[in-house]
T-cell receptor, first 115, second 114 residues
């Protein structure tokens, strides 16, 4: 069965500094990987996805993520954090060989960007 | 903002009651999924509907049921409510079922069971 781990409940970073939000996954085949962001009292917003090809994926709002197959990781990154990036971030995996199963989400990481 | 809408925004029910939540998919999307997000947790997959039929289900009991209508809008029904059903219920639509297509989420319905 597929699973996602986000080892950090909380990440604090100063505005202007680079940020990383970590994600590791477990899936039987080649995964489809996604990052979503959730602001207070809002639904999830899609940031980016990895399907195949280049291991570095660029997404919305200056975010990017690096897929590492050997480490089964898909860490979210941004070169320069903004206070407005403060939110809850979720990593999700989908097994392309399991048609009926949907996204499996990690528990989330709360990002706080301090001014 | 996505084109996915949900109603109502908030709901308070008593244990043992039944509830219906509604979702309107983004235009052109024929697949809708429902998730339960308990406080402090990630969303948990309940089930997915594609062309009005359930084609995937997570680890939820049968008292969680759903419908998808010809216009691709959807309902989530929960019978015999329990206190642990208190959560944010998220609806998500996608262009097709499965595959690498991202899902677009609505703002959610906050259900409180007392």
């Amino acid at each position: 069965a597929q699973s996602v781990a986000q080892p950090e409940d909380q990440v604090n970073v100063a505005e202007g500094n680079p940020l990383t939000v970590k994600c590791t996954y477990s899936v039987s085949g080649n995964p489809y990987l996604f990052w979503y962001v959730q602001y207070p009292n809002r639904g999830l917003q899609f940031l980016l996805k990895y399907i195949t090809g280049d291991n570095l994926v660029k997404g919305s709002y200056g975010f990017e993520a690096e897929f590492n197959k050997s480490q089964t990781s898909f860490h979210l990154k941004k070169p320069s954090a903004l206070v407005s990036d403060s939110a809850l971030y979720f990593c999700a995996v989908r097994d392309p060989d399991n048609y009926g199963q949907n996204f499996v989400f990690g528990p989330g990481t709360r990002l706080s960007v301090l001014p | 903002e996505t084109g996915v809408t949900q109603s109502p925004t908030h709901l308070i029910k008593t244990r043992g009651q039944q509830v219906t939540l509604r979702c309107s998919s983004q235009s052109g999307h024929n697949t809708v999924s429902w998730y339960q997000q308990a406080l402090g947790q990630g969303p948990q997959f309940i089930f997915q509907y594609y062309r009005e039929e359930e084609n995937g289900r997570g680890n939820f009991p049968p008292r969680f049921s759903g419908l998808q209508f010809p216009n691709y809008s959807s309902e989530l029904n929960v019978n015999a409510l329990e206190l642990d059903d208190s959560a944010l219920y998220l609806c998500a639509s996608s262009l097709v079922a499965g595959g690498y297509y991202e899902q677009y989420f609505g703002p959610g319905t906050r259900l409180t069971v007392t």
